[in-house]
């Protein structure tokens, strides 16, 4: 059965993010996945909410959650959210509408449905989030990023989409994040290969060979969540950030710190982004430990990959 990427099924308990429900829809011609572009899944999410506006809150929810209805095109369709962070409607998930989710995270605690809600309140656009893998992605992991795209559809209320971010314009992950995954599994090498003095000084070189043509750069922790090197934030190095959190009480560097224990793998926070005025900004990660001791690390802004500013 296919299967719609989306906000939908959590496992609280375990903080595990199910985000794949059935959204396949017999007869409905729609794109597949492995063709869509963040384009296409803009259009769509925004065709969607035309149709709301059009159509009145309550015949548009009737269509969203219908697995038969327009939208819900093979791997795509359509969720809808209360700001309150009430289901509203969702095709393959009818026995969750009216359950609050406003505190729903991914499996590494990213608070998807508010992040949906904080983006669409402000006129909509990208999010990205952790899903459980379809198969063993080009890094093989089992929980990887997908991207999302969200909208206003009324006063109170806001909808969204997803698709695997594996899928977009057909390739296995988008050039940033294919570049960004080879710069940690090469960091974490050149630390197994080099004393800790050496890998320490080329991590933090922003000229050196760990900092990638488009200036991606590599960070250093140990697993106390203490800095132990970076090309930027030279003054905090030696300092323990592990109490760090975003905006959204995410506690980032914990979460990263925890990735890395668990063997490492994509993971999604929030960071300042110097290039935007330091505006905080969804970053995905990927994080590997070098050895018992300590772990490294990088990121890829959501703008960087989809073109536009995002939260």
């Keep these: 059965m296919k299967r719609c990427y989306l906000i939908g099924m959590v496992c609280l308990l375990a903080l595990l993010a199910i985000l794949a429900a059935g959204c396949s829809s017999p007869g409905v011609q729609g794109a597949g996945e492995e063709n869509t572009t963040a384009g296409d899944l803009a259009a769509f999410v925004r065709g969607a909410a035309a149709y709301a506006e059009t159509a009145g809150t309550d015949a548009a929810l009737a269509e969203f959650g219908s697995a038969s209805g327009r939208f819900a095109q093979g791997d795509l369709c359509v969720y809808a959210y209360g700001y309150n962070g009430t289901l509203l409607a969702h095709p393959g998930q009818s026995e969750a509408v009216g359950t609050n989710q406003e505190n729903m995270t991914d499996i590494r605690g990213l608070p998807v449905v508010r992040i949906g809600a904080a983006t669409a309140a402000t006129g909509g656009g990208f999010i990205t989030y952790l899903a459980p893998a379809r198969e063993a992605g080009s890094a093989g992991e089992a929980y990887v990023p997908v991207l999302g795209y969200v909208a206003p559809a009324g006063d109170t209320w806001w909808i969204g989409s997803a698709v695997s971010l594996s ?145």
């Design 167 to 311: 899928g977009t314009g057909g390739e296995a992950y988008p050039g940033p994040v294919s570049a960004m995954v080879d710069l940690v599994e090469r960091g974490a090498a050149y630390g197994r290969d080099h004393s800790r003095e050496a890998a320490f000084a080329e991590i933090s070189n922003r000229t050196g060979s760990l900092v990638d043509p488009a200036g991606h750069y590599l960070y250093a922790y140990d697993y106390n969540g203490t800095l132990l090197a970076h090309p930027h934030l030279q003054a905090a190095i030696g300092s323990s950030l592990i109490e760090r959190r975003d905006p959204f009480g995410m506690e980032n560097i914990r979460a990263l710190r925890d990735t890395a224990q668990d063997g490492g793998g994509f993971i999604v926070f929030v960071w300042p982004n110097p290039d935007q005025g330091n505006r905080e900004e969804l970053k995905i990660g990927y994080v590997l430990p070098v050895d018992e001791d300590w772990w490294v690390g990088s990121g890829v802004y959501l703008s960087e990959i989809t073109g536009e500013n995002s939260r």
